[in-house]
């Protein structure tokens, strides 16, 4: 067990998901938690099912106001914050530096990379305001990053970019918080293949089970993962037994940015 109890988490991006899967976990672990999306129906019923210290609460990562309004309402409503899981995001396609638009470059950066930005802004605000309810840490922020933050790819120039950004953003928060001396611990994770709707374009052009076994065996250890693979990721980062773990990456990826792949080793020379 990790020991949440009397800790208060938002997750933003809580709706479906990583996000979804993360919600639960905190909870189950003792966290009231707070799901956060702008999907208003099927984060009601993420916070519903969870039921107890849940609630859901709109909120577009994007936008300065909808932080300041949910980052308040949490204050008044629990009295705290003591983690932030900063997990929405948007993948923008398949654009290279060629072919994506100024507009579709501006609108992954507004999610994925001003939302984090907002996140960590607004979270060590309202953290900082808070005592620590645990012993060894007053927050935690965890900010989901990608495998696409670690390498490049041609073809998600501007979510590659994003991601990349949100990596060093988080080593530049724990950075800050340690010389602060805020007691805020602040990591990325990398996930590799999820199951989630990020997927959703590809299942429709081959099937569900047909495109997780084909991006599965783009992976060494043979499968793709699932929400709850980085839900327990986000629960070791959030909780004291990382106590020790800041400015770091988690990179949960099956193993695929680990070496060389066999096609490339196979490839003509």
């Known amino acids: 067990m990790a020991d949440l109890d009397n800790l208060v988490a938002i997750v933003t991006g809580g709706a479906s998901g990583i996000g979804a899967a993360t919600c639960r976990l905190l909870a189950r672990e003792g966290a009231a938690v707070v799901v956060a999306d702008v999907q208003d129906d099927l984060g009601a019923k993420v916070a519903n099912e969870i039921g107890g210290m849940a609630v859901f609460r709109r909120l577009d990562v994007a936008s300065e106001a909808d932080w300041r309004r949910v980052i308040d309402d949490t204050l008044r409503h629990f009295g705290?914050?003591?983690?932030?899981?900063?997990?929405?995001?948007?993948?923008?396609?398949?654009?290279?530096?060629?072919?994506?638009?100024?507009?579709?470059?501006?609108?992954?950066?507004?999610?994925?990379?001003?939302?984090?930005?907002?996140?960590?802004?607004?979270?060590?605000?309202?953290?900082?305001?808070?005592?620590p309810a645990k012993a060894a840490s007053k927050g935690a922020i965890v900010n989901i990053s990608s495998i696409a933050g670690l390498v490049g790819a041609a073809g998600p120039c501007a979510y590659t970019a994003?991601?990349?950004?949100?990596?060093?953003?988080?080593?530049?928060?724990?950075?800050?918080?340690?010389?602060?001396?805020?007691?805020?611990?602040?990591?990325?994770?990398?996930?590799?293949?999820?199951?989630?709707?990020?997927?959703?374009?590809?299942?429709?052009?081959?099937?569900?089970?047909?495109?997780?076994?084909?991006?599965?065996?783009?992976?060494?250890?043979?499968?793709?993962?699932?929400?709850?693979?980085?839900?327990?990721?986000?629960?070791?980062?959030?909780?004291?037994?990382s106590r020790f773990v800041t400015g770091s990456e988690l990179v949960a990826d099956g193993g695929i940015t680990s070496g060389i792949q066999r096609r490339m080793l196979n490839a003509p020379r």
């Open 162 to 241: 994003s991601k990349g950004a949100v990596r060093l953003l988080t080593k530049s928060v724990a950075q800050q918080c340690a010389e602060k001396g805020y007691a805020i611990r602040c990591n990325s994770i990398h996930p590799g293949g999820i199951d989630t709707p990020i997927f959703n374009p590809l299942w429709q052009m081959m099937g569900h089970e047909q495109g997780k076994a084909f991006i599965g065996a783009r992976h060494p250890i043979g499968h793709m993962g699932e929400p709850e693979d980085i839900a327990e990721a986000v629960l070791y980062l959030a909780s004291d037994r």
């Open 80 to 131: 705290r914050l003591d983690i932030l899981v900063n997990n929405a995001g948007v993948s923008g396609g398949q654009g290279s530096v060629e072919t994506t638009t100024v507009e579709n470059w501006e609108h992954v950066h507004a999610v994925n990379l001003d939302g984090v930005f907002l996140g960590c802004k607004y979270g060590i605000e309202a953290m900082k305001r808070t005592g």
